[in-house]
């Protein structure tokens, strides 16, 4: 919309006072459909009609040209249109407009000025000099209150009160209302200082500056002054006149916001408080009101006391240490906080056992003792440890539970002490480790797959199996020997297979480092560039012993999961990605192991890598498509006489030292 500011003229022939009148108007050029309104603004008590004057419409243009419309082309700045015979001057236009119009190519005009009405001005200049018979002062502090309703100005103040008995000094908070300029305060009472609390230092009201000034009677503090008071009237009616120069008039001068600044001393009703700091809507405000920049805090707080150590009595050997340790905190006793949230994520979960097992042996030149088997259960939701000893038999010891499931210190320790004593830790547990558990010695010769699998999976917390930190401390001890390091491993390799055995690769490493890795480490880099067994698994048998676990844990969910895997399939085409039905299966709770459901999946899969989701479905339904009973196949077992041997036994067939050599030293030109 293209607006023009414009006036026309407009004969009174009525009238001795005007022989003419200039009334303003607003031209309103519409661009989508070229319509024109006219309105003229409301002028206070004009006696004439205003408002709009042409209602919205396309405006024929003057005789002769009366079949064609008024159009952008008839507009500029400085020049008349007529509507309807009437002539209207256009004299300026919004910044809008004329931009508009110079993108259009229009040349603008020089704005022309703008007339007075000639009756308007003579009727101004009376009013003017009129005075009222009555003055009547008007009091408005609405606008004030509708601008600053709700912004507070916050001053931290402290007061030095010389009549306290020790001459502290007091801490109190200022608030100044911008509504409507009253200021209340509020002391800060610190714990245990022995004084009353009260709502409010000083209620919220204006504060004077010179005060106290002795007490005024009353009426004399008023916002009018009555100059004269006439007797009563017809009917007992009063009538006053007010005094507009407030003859006798008691003034008062309060605190305003420019009073108040950082460093500055007020009066509180006879009290000299210091204004310290403020907050950071208030440093705002006075830098945008008054440009004031500094807003250097005064200090007058007292640096706190330092505060005394508590120390703890040793402890007393009755009950846990913890236990004993809480009976020190308080006068009420509480048991020992557990920690619940590492209980609820490292509880045993579906197929998570979240347990570190470990074989161990005893170190000890005992012959009955030497070949004695344990199993060492370390629990991570709640750092415990159990022993059990392996049962064998012909040897005289019973076996069986060793060591009842708790907490164990660390050995080396003082009993009755003060401090909090150290237990063992999840990362103080490898292959190869060295511990004593109430004075038995322990050699850690190997572990479960599921400890080696968790342990790789939070490498960021065992340093014994993060293949990058072993990868970097193997770079550091051998890479001045790199050129012999290559020679020794191929000589290790006649055949030149590429793949050494373990025992080999593990002589190797111990002779490089000089025993600096230790048996974790070594075990760490022969699963990461080992060659594991591939065990060819027929889906005939990996269907049957899915079945069986499903029938087991009474899953028959057959029809949901179906759905769920068909609504996933948007094109319809019978297949979907491997990983989007792992997630489906995990959703539904399929109670699976991750290899054999992940073994499943690949077994499924089209020539695309797609899993053909029915054929996965229909299998696992042991309810529709039974399969018989199969008989388990049996696995041999680790020798057990390999326990004992320092290299532990691996589910690999060789090592790929190849690839170990390119990470360690680059690859050979």
Request: with cysteine; net charge negative; hydrophobic share 35%.
């Amino acid at each position: 919309v293209l607006s023009f500011d414009a006036y026309f003229e407009e004969e009174v022939p009525d009238k001795n006072q005007e022989l003419y009148r200039i009334r303003h108007c607003k031209i309103y050029f519409y661009l989508e459909d070229d319509t024109i309104q006219v309105i003229e603004p409301l002028v206070k008590n004009s006696g004439i009609p205003q408002g709009t004057i042409v209602r919205r419409h396309r405006i024929p243009l003057p005789p002769p040209h009366e079949d064609q419309f008024y159009t952008i082309d008839h507009f500029n700045i400085n020049t008349e249109v007529i509507f309807y015979a009437r002539r209207y001057k256009i004299i300026d236009c919004d910044q809008f407009t004329k931009n508009f119009l110079r993108k259009m190519g229009v040349r603008l005009n020089t704005p022309a000025s703008r007339p007075d009405d000639p009756y308007t001005k003579e009727r101004q200049k009376v009013l003017d000099s009129m005075n009222p018979l009555r003055p009547y002062e008007r009091i408005d502090t609405l606008k004030q209150f509708l601008e600053h309703d709700g912004q507070v100005l916050r001053f931290f103040c402290v007061w030095d009160d010389p009549e306290s008995m020790f001459h502290d000094p007091r801490e109190l908070v200022l608030h100044y209302y911008l509504s409507d300029d009253t200021i209340d305060i509020k002391e800060i009472l610190p714990v245990n200082s022995g004084r009353d609390a009260v709502p409010l230092f000083l209620r919220r009201d204006k504060l004077p500056k010179y005060a106290p000034t002795g007490l005024y009677q009353p009426g004399t503090i008023t916002s009018r002054t009555v100059l004269n008071v006439l007797g009563n009237l017809v009917g007992n009616k009063g009538r006053y006149i007010l005094d507009n120069r407030k003859t006798g008039a008691v003034h008062q001068e309060f605190y305003k916001d420019s009073d108040l600044k950082i460093g500055a001393v007020i009066n509180v009703w006879g009290r000299k408080i210091m204004l310290c700091d403020c907050d950071q809507f208030t440093k705002e405000y006075y830098r945008t009101k008054y440009g004031i920049e500094d807003f250097t805090p005064v200090p007058y707080k007292a640096p706190p006391p330092t505060k005394p150590e508590k120390t703890f009595p040793p402890y007393t050997g009755f009950g846990s240490e913890e236990d004993s340790l809480c009976s020190c905190m308080g006068l009420l006793l509480k048991p020992p906080q557990k920690d619940f949230k590492k209980f609820m994520e490292k509880d045993r979960n579906g197929m998570e056992s979240n347990i570190l097992r470990f074989v161990a042996k005893f170190i000890t030149d005992s012959p009955i003792d030497k070949d004695r088997k344990f199993i060492i259960s370390y629990f991570l939701s709640d750092d415990t440890i159990s022993v059990f000893e392996h049962i064998q038999q012909n040897t005289g010891i019973l076996g069986g539970k060793f060591l009842e499931r708790g907490r164990i210190k660390k050995p080396g320790q003082e009993l009755f002490k003060s401090e909090p004593s150290e237990y063992f830790k999840a990362q103080d547990l490898f292959v190869g480790a060295r511990i004593c558990f109430h004075g038995h010695n322990f050699l850690l010769v190997d572990a479960d797959e599921y400890t080696f699998n968790y342990m790789e999976k939070h490498a960021n917390e065992f340093s014994m199996a993060n293949i990058g930190v072993i990868l970097k401390k193997l770079k550091d001890i051998a890479e001045p020997r790199s050129r012999e390091i290559r020679q020794v491993f191929a000589a290790a390799d006649p055949e030149h297979s590429k793949v050494i055995e373990y025992d080999p690769f593990r002589n190797l490493i111990v002779s490089i480092t000089d025993e600096a890795f230790s048996e974790h480490e070594i075990i760490t880099l022969g699963r990461y560039y080992g060659v594991r067994d591939e065990y060819e698994m027929d889906l005939h048998f990996l269907l049957a012993v899915a079945q069986e676990q499903l029938k087991k844990n009474s899953f028959e969910n057959f029809e949901q999961l179906s759905a769920v895997l068909i609504y996933n399939d948007r094109e319809k085409c019978g297949v979907l990605p491997g990983e989007v039905c792992r997630t489906i299966c995990k959703s539904f709770k399929l109670p699976l192991a991750d290899d054999n459901l992940q073994a499943l999946l690949t077994m499924c899969e089209d020539d695309h890598k797609q899993v053909e989701y029915k054929k996965f479905v229909d299998g696992l339904n042991w309810r529709q498509n039974p399969i018989p009973a199969f008989q388990t196949i049996k696995v041999p077992l680790k020798n057990e006489d390999d326990r004992s041997g320092q290299p532990p036994s691996l589910p690999v067939k060789g090592i790929k030292y190849l690839p170990l050599l390119d990470d360690l030293f680059g690859e050979e030109e």
